[in-house]
């Protein structure tokens, strides 16, 4: 039974790290934001092991960036990436303090994840140092 829950930074820093930022310094899975504790942070557990994680932040706009999605390699594909984005977007909706306009930088493998999330293809795909080719996504509210 996968438990959806808020996290804390300190929570997720590690799964984020080894999925996304793995064989750099610890540091380099901080975002801006993190260390003055402006991200929200969403978790997904599984007994008492941290399955997935994701974060959103308010960024220039004002608008939401989604960031940081990450599953634990034995976890993926089972759904678990989806809930947990979903429950954190649904939240996100649900705060009317939260500026409406909500996109990520999708890694292309995750594209079509985030397409069944609402997100929709804005402009041409680019290239993160170090990371790969990427699509900025903006979500379209149902
Ligand atoms: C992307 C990711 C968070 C999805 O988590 P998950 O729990 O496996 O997600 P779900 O089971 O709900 O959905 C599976 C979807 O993930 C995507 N996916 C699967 N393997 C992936 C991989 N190695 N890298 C990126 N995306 C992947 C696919 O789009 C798949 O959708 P499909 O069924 O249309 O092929 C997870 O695969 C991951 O951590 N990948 C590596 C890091 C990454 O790419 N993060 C996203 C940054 S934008």
Known sequence: MVEIRPATFDEIVHLRHAVLRAGRPLESAYYPGDESGAGVHWGAWNGGDLAACV????????STQLRGAATAPQWRNQGI??????TAIDAWWADQRA???????A?????TLYERLGFVAEGERFEF????PHQRMR????
């Open 55 to 62: 974060s959103l932040y308010t960024v220039e706009g004002p």
């Open 81 to 86: 990436g989806e809930a947990l984005m979903r």
């Open 99 to 105: 500026p409406r306009d909500l996109w990520c930088n």
């Open 107 to 111: 890694r292309i493998a995750a594209i």
């Open 129 to 132: 140092p170090h990371i790969g």
């Open 139 to 142: 979500w379209v509210a149902p």
